[in-house]
């Protein structure tokens, strides 16, 4: 089993930055992509981010693409989601996931049913201010 647990939400004002991590335990992040997911109240689950086993392939939803940076480092089972520009409808609950079946296509990870993601962490909020 993975354990996923994600921090770094906050409010921040319109135009800041914060930077998410999803610290991952129990295996390794080796063996799965990792994706951002966001929620917001309303909404249906969206893929934001998604970066692959090895951290050589990435994914970015339209919508944050140039402002938003996924990263990993595999040695603390670390992924990171580095948020510039934030914008009032970055406005969500951030969950990070794994999946194991798209461990290496990070686009499937995050533009597939959000059902079929292998672990899940508990969210964190983020709130952009206008």
């Known amino acids: 089993d993975v354990q996923l647990q994600a921090s770094g939400g906050g409010l921040v004002q319109a135009g800041g930055s914060l930077r998410l991590s999803c610290a991952a335990s129990?295996?390794?992040?080796?063996?799965?992509?990792i994706g951002w997911f966001r929620q917001a109240p309303g909404k249906e689950r969206e893929g934001v981010s998604c970066?692959?086993?090895?951290?050589?392939?990435?994914y970015y939803a339209d919508s944050v693409k140039d402002r938003f940076t996924i990263s990993s480092d595999n040695a603390k089972n670390t992924v990171f989601l580095q948020m510039n520009s934030l914008k009032p409808e970055d406005t969500a609950v951030y969950y990070c996931?794994?999946?194991?079946?798209?461990?290496?296509?990070?686009?499937?990870?995050?533009?597939?049913?959000?059902?079929?993601?292998?672990?899940w962490g508990k969210g964190t909020q983020v709130t952009v201010s206008s």
């Open positions: 996931a794994a999946d194991h079946t798209y461990a290496d296509y990070p686009r499937g990870a995050c533009q597939g049913d959000y059902h079929g993601m292998d672990y």
């Open positions: 129990g295996s390794t992040v080796d063996d799965y992509a």
């Open positions: 970066i692959s086993s090895s951290g050589g392939s990435t």
